[in-house]
């Protein structure tokens, strides 16, 4: 019983947007193990009710262990780094993301974060929104960036925004909703909140600087 209850009715899939993670003003610290492509990068796996609510801390006594997820240890550092500061090799974060959200599904420590670096596979939304034009280092209507995303994973996403140091409006992160099997992309039940203004600007790495961990 207990963690094995499988209790949500789907998953959001959250990716974000490294250069908008790091112009923002929290600012970021690159990885121990090297800078992120310019790509997006998984933020989490979370299992969600379709009241808008959601589970979290399931389990309190399993805590994430290296040995289970060993193979699957280089693909987390290219897919899921970490660029919160102090720089880490992110393993504390995938911990936190395990504890908080990982043991409200019914699936193992494995499997939990091989679905997730497949969905991400699968999702492709560099190519998808480069496949429409939409590049890096330019502005774009929300609208116009839903709809690449909706025209090549099938299903419209929520866009997440945040500001850069200038104030810009930036697509930060992009929420795709999944079904419970963990495999299927579906139309989201329930939207998070949050709102971007029409015209928001996809950044390029090239215009951010790494911020030191003493900020
Ligand atoms: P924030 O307040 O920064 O949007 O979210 C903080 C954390 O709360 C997220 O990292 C995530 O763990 C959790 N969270 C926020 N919104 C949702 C949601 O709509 N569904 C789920 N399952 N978790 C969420
Ligand atoms: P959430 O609770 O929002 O799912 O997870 C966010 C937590 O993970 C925060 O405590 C945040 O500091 C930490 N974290 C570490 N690395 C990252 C990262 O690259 N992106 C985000 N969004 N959070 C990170
Ligand atoms: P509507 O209610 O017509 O869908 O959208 C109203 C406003 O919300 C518009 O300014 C639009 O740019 C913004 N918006 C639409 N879809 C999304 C979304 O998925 N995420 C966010 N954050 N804002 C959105």
Redesign the pocket.
């Known amino acids: 019983l207990g963690s094995s209850l499988q209790d949500f009715d789907f998953f959001y899939f959250v990716q974000q947007w490294p250069p908008s993670y790091c112009d923002s003003r929290h600012s970021c610290c690159y990885p121990t193990t090297g800078k992120p492509n310019e790509d997006f990068t998984i933020h989490g796996l979370w299992p969600n009710y379709n009241d808008g609510k959601w589970p979290s801390n399931c389990d309190q006594q399993t805590s994430l262990h290296k040995s289970e997820i060993s193979d699957l240890m280089s693909k987390m550092q290219k897919d899921w780094p970490t660029l919160a500061c102090p720089s880490g090799d992110g393993m504390k974060f995938w911990g936190h993301e395990w504890g908080k959200h990982g043991t409200c599904t019914s699936l193992d420590q494995h499997s939990y974060f091989q679905a997730a670096l497949q969905l991400k596979n699968n999702s492709n939304l560099l190519q998808v929104l480069g496949n429409a034009g939409i590049r890096p280092g330019n502005f774009y209507s929300?609208?116009r960036i839903?709809q690449a995303i909706e025209e090549g994973v099938g299903h419209a996403?929520?866009?997440?925004?945040n500001v850069d140091a200038s104030g810009n409006h930036q697509l930060f992160q992009v929420y795709l909703c999944v079904d419970t099997s963990s495999t299927k992309f579906i139309k989201c039940p329930v939207?998070p909140h949050?709102?971007?203004?029409?015209r928001i600007e996809f950044p390029s790495f090239s215009n951010v600087s790494e911020s030191h961990d003493e900020f």
């Open positions: 929300v609208e839903k996403p929520f866009i997440d925004c939207l949050g709102r971007c203004g029409s």
